[in-house]
């Protein structure tokens, strides 16, 4: 569709305005500052995307309405904005009006870059680049995330790295098998205590017997001793019996008798020896030597912490390898996932023959979209707004004095090749002597 003519009375700065548009190639309008230039290009959009661009200020100062009205190839869009309504009204060639979803309808017909044509000459090269993206429906947050936590992965994995440090090499010592010397220590060690227990006991033994033995001639001792003493009693029992010899004859025989029997019973008594001495030392054994093993065991323990140490060095070195091959793997997943990122774009037709979605941003001819010129930009955008395909084959400039000549021409032709309307605003000091073709000069929103 085209843009064949346009109406409207009382929108911001324009009282009864009325134009024709060049259907193929450039029109333009132009006058001073503050006239109503940009007005028109907003009230074409204002018909198209109405609420979506509605503001308070939209009808002209002491105005109670505004009207606008666009006639197209194949049907007029109205519409009509008071302080209350804003009604819309689409009408095809027939006479017919669309009543069902109008705005929907209208929504169609444009896109993204049919009023606003230069994003990348008003964007950072990371906007223009999400622009893109968004334009194309180009998804890789998912590839995004992806490298974005590898680095984080790979960030803390160098970090472990650097705290592991390097592993000092030291010489290999295998372990011994100390435990067989101390089990071979301990077995000694028991025969010399069984060697001690048996001397022991035996000298136990001995002190046993010698105590047996002295209790034995103690009690001899003790019985001759009584004996004696017995003796002694009944000699003093017969001195006093003598003395009652008379009354005491017969005690005296049975007395006399007793002594005679005790006398006898004394000279079956053997004499008492001399009691042993029970202080008796213990026969020391020979022992085994342990020396010799204690010297193997204490070898075996300074071999056992050079060869843990080396162990140690081992551990240290091969998790520091393996922290390294694991820095290396997240580095070529990086690479990986940035070259199926730059797959990825270059897979992408982005619609715009130059054109291209690299890594760090757009460029066009292998330029860097920050470096394009305005012309450029403003091809390129054109490009793109025609890419998207929109049904409505126009295009709207504002502020185009930047043109030059050339550039100017070459925006002309290029509208003209892809069969495009181009309506452009240039600001100018006063009206020219002589108008150009397809050009309308603006004072005070009124068409001169």
């Not at 000459?121 to 429906?137: A, H, P, V």
């Not at 992965?153 to 970090?159: A, K, M, N, P, S």
């Not at 003598?242 to 002594?259: G, S, V």
């Not at 502020?399 to 605003?425: C, D, H, M, P």
């Amino acid at each position: 569709m085209k843009i064949i003519g346009l109406k409207a009375n009382g929108f911001r700065k324009l009282s009864a305005v009325e134009l024709k548009f060049n259907e193929n190639g450039i029109t333009v309008i132009m006058g001073d500052n503050e006239q109503g230039k940009t007005s028109v290009l907003d009230t074409i959009e204002y018909l198209f995307r109405g609420k979506t661009m509605v503001n308070d200020d939209i009808i002209q100062h002491g105005q109670e309405k505004m009207s606008a009205e666009i006639d197209l190839d194949e049907y007029t869009i109205k519409r009509i904005k008071t302080k209350k309504t804003d009604r819309l009204e689409i009408v095809n060639k027939e006479g017919f009006k669309l009543a069902d979803k109008p705005q929907s309808f209208l929504d169609r017909l444009i896109n993204d870059l049919t009023f606003d044509p230069f994003p990348f000459l008003n964007k950072t090269g990371d906007q223009k680049l999400k622009f893109m993206m968004d334009f194309l429906k180009l998804d890789i947050l998912d590839l995004d995330e992806q490298i974005k936590q590898t680095e984080i992965d790979r960030l803390v994995c160098g970090r472990e790295g650097k705290k592991l440090g390097e592993a000092v090499e030291i010489e290999k010592v295998e372990p011994l098998a100390i435990q067989i010397l101390l089990n071979k220590k301990t077995q000694v060690d028991k025969e010399n205590d069984d060697l001690v227990e048996k001397a022991r006991r035996k000298r136990d033994k001995k002190i046993e017997e010698a105590h047996s033995f002295n209790k034995i001639q103690r009690r001899l001792l003790y019985d001759g001793e009584t004996i004696a003493n017995d003796i002694k009693r009944k000699e003093s029992d017969i001195k006093v019996l003598y003395a009652d010899l008379e009354q005491l004859k017969k005690d005296i025989a049975a007395t006399e008798k007793e002594k005679i029997e005790l006398t006898e019973k004394q000279k079956i008594i053997p004499e008492p020896k001399q009691e042993k001495n029970t202080d008796i030392p213990v026969d020391q054994p020979v022992l085994i030597d342990t020396e010799s093993l204690s010297l193997d065991i204490q070898k075996a323990e300074e071999t056992n912490i050079q060869a843990a140490k080396y162990q140690a060095y081992f551990e240290k070195k091969k998790t520091i390898t393996a922290k390294r091959y694991e820095y290396d793997n997240l580095t070529t997943k990086i690479k990986s996932l940035r070259i199926d990122k730059i797959a990825k774009f270059r897979e992408t037709d982005t619609g715009v023959q130059g054109l291209e979605i690299r890594e760090d941003g757009l460029y066009f001819d292998d330029i860097y979209s920050e470096n394009w010129s305005d012309a450029q930009g403003i091809k390129i955008a054109c490009d793109l707004c025609i890419a998207m395909n929109p049904k409505l084959r126009a295009v709207f400039v504002d502020r185009g004095e930047s043109f030059g000549y050339k550039r100017f021409a070459e925006l002309e032709t290029w509208a003209k090749v892809n069969n495009i309307q181009i309506i452009i605003t240039r600001v100018v000091d006063s009206e020219p002597k002589s108008m150009p073709k397809n050009t309308f000069y603006i004072l005070e929103g009124k068409i001169k």
